[in-house]
């Protein structure tokens, strides 16, 4: 098939997110025992869509971009997940994300499968009316793929609760009537949740503090470095100070900045929202963008991109503790070396699951129009999140295996389980896999 031979094309590539992904799928399969007939079922997405967007620009030209949504499973409930923007995306990587997401929304024990989307385009370089128009043509472009009880997208990296406003509003002039749920991340004004946009900031500090405290680390004084000064960085940057953690670095696209007495992050923010890049700080050094890293922190939080940390600076990585604020930012050698190092991985699936909990909480409430308040949106966030800490510190210890290897597991189990008990998938070795 051609979906087989893509896939087996891209396990070679030692770079590629889905490389990553299908590695962690491949392990967790045989650890709980599973058939490769399971390995298939969860390899190869189940739907997937290519579209082209046409954009009429403000001067009168017309460029045609790509977009993609990839749907990998839908066992467990509706696909779930964000849609980026950006020039370098590709369907390989849609198809890795989308993947993480089911294994997110298994391990969290929410009633969604996973999903992505991406449009390849720099949403810097058009006009506020052009990014519109381009937004709603590619919501038309997807048309029915998308919905309340189908799949439901929400922001990522050059995407906005504005986005998902666009995107609501032209699914409902499509259908005739105004649909709550078919997207997450929103404006309150329309039907957004209260906490939705520190979700994924304040689960990264939760679980952080959480591995400090299993790490025998005190997190008042422990130092952080944040690899990523955009949505989840910033915020989570913020969140550490306030829980007595001293942020000493952060980096963005453009540079990096390092003070090891702790940076201002409340005039950091000012920085940066002036100057658009935080070069340029004041009472701060700045510092090469592939240095921060390999700090001597006692957490490393890499919030940008996939990739980040490899079997190259796996080496000089210094921290005990990584924390996963990005999708796919450790490749499986960096994995392997950072564990036979002794430094703990708090994995993606994990400690970026906050996002897509509020996100759940924000469908659940439109369709139920009905909405909680913010104490009631944290108090529940905070519980899903340390339940699912425990499941995964606890099944570690039990195996002697990885947080990481310990979260895929039980998010693949979680996901067999739904196949067979849709009568999906029975084969045979399914029931003899064992518990992880």
Known sequence: MHQAQTLTQVAGDQQSPLHSALHQLSEAIEFLGYGQGMHDVLAAPRRELTVSVPLARDDGSVEVFTGYRVQHNLARGPGKGGIRFSPNTDPDEVRALAMWMTWKSALLNIPF???????????STLSVAELERVVRRFTVELGDFIGPDIDVPAPDIGTDERTMGWIMDTYARGHGRTVLGVVT??????????????ATSRGV???????????????????????????????????????????????????????????????????????GSVNGFPDADALPLNALLELDVDVVVPAAVENVITEANAPAIRARLVVEGA??????????????????????????????????????????????????????????????????????????????????????????????????????????????
Do not use: C
Not at 185 to 198: D, E, H, Q, V, Y
């Open 185 to 198: 991340g929103k404006p309150l004004a329309l039907g957004g949740s209260l906490g939705r946009a520190s």
């Open 113 to 123: 499968g996973g999903a992505k989307g991406a449009l390849r385009i720099d949403p």
């Open 205 to 275: 500090v939760l679980l952080a503090v959480e591995a400090m405290k299993h790490q025998g680390i005190d997190p008042a004084g422990a130092t952080v470095a944040v690899q990523g000064f955009g949505k989840v960085g910033a915020g989570a940057a913020a969140l550490f100070v306030e829980a007595g953690v001293r942020v000493v670095a952060v980096s963005d696209v453009a540079g990096a900045v390092f003070n090891p007495e702790g940076l201002d992050i409340p005039g950091l923010l000012a920085h940066t929202a002036t100057t």
């Open 327 to 436: 999708n796919g930012p450790t490749t499986p050698d960096a994995d392997r070396i950072l564990d036979e190092r002794g430094i703990l991985v708090v994995p993606d699936i994990l400690a970026n699951a906050g996002g897509v909990v509020v996100s759940y909480f924000e469908w659940v409430q439109a369709n139920q129009s009905f909405w909680w308040t913010a104490r009631e949106v944290d108090d529940r966030l905070t519980a899903r999140l340390l339940t699912a800490w425990e499941d995964v510190r606890d099944a570690s210890i039990r195996s002697s295996r990885t947080l990481r290897q310990s979260a895929i597991a039980l998010s693949v189990q979680r996901v067999a389980e739904a196949q067979r008990s849709r009568g999906l998938m029975d084969d045979g070795p399914l029931s003899r896999g064992r518990e992880s």
